[in-house]
């Protein structure tokens, strides 16, 4: 589809950006675990999974739109279904964040690790709706979620490392 080919770039440099960071990511808590804080795992699964599966949307919208569609139709339901299962997971995640003990989640944490992941989620599984009728709308809603996802997984692994630098390694000197 045309509409799709102009997106071609930006999709190579979300898609690239997104699988980088993952790995990064992976190699940052490789590096951290050495010594782990009391209630790392209940943490890990609010706080770092989360930014795995962002990165991880971003790298799949970024596939989904350029396979090579002869219609919108299958690409608009696949990120549709993206959108509503991120949704639900940012959801699950809420749910951890609340369960955890291992740190007090401040407004900034609700604001990155739920609010704005959930808007990025809807926003997406919204779009897949408009995308028959208001396709160019539709696609710089995608780029738009994808783009999102990518900052506020950057913002989050960013947060991750430095509490982890700044505040347990120094607990764990004293």
């Given at each position: ?21 993952i790995g990064l990511q992976f190699v940052v808590l490789t590096l951290i675990a050495e010594k782990p804080a009391l209630g ?135």
């Open positions: 589809m045309a509409e799709l080919a102009e997106w071609e770039s930006f999709y190579l440099i979300v898609g690239g950006g997104a699988a980088a960071l790392a795992p209940e943490a890990g699964a609010a706080f770092a999974t989360p930014t795995i599966v962002h990165f991880g949307a971003a790298l799949l919208l970024a596939s989904l739109i350029r396979v090579p569609w002869h219609a919108i139709t299958p690409a608009a339901v696949l990120w549709g279904l993206v959108g509503a299962a991120g949704a639900l997971y940012v959801l699950v995640v809420a749910r951890r964040m609340r369960a955890q003990k291992a740190y007090l989640p401040e407004t900034e944490d609700w604001l990155f690790h739920v609010v704005l992941p959930f808007a990025a989620y809807a926003a997406l599984a919204l779009s897949a709706s408009a995308a028959a009728s208001h396709l160019r709308a539709a696609l710089f809603v995608v780029g738009g979620a994808a783009l999102f996802l990518l900052f506020i997984g950057i913002h989050n692994a960013w947060d991750a490392v430095s509490y982890h630098v700044f505040v347990n390694l120094r607990k764990a000197k004293d």
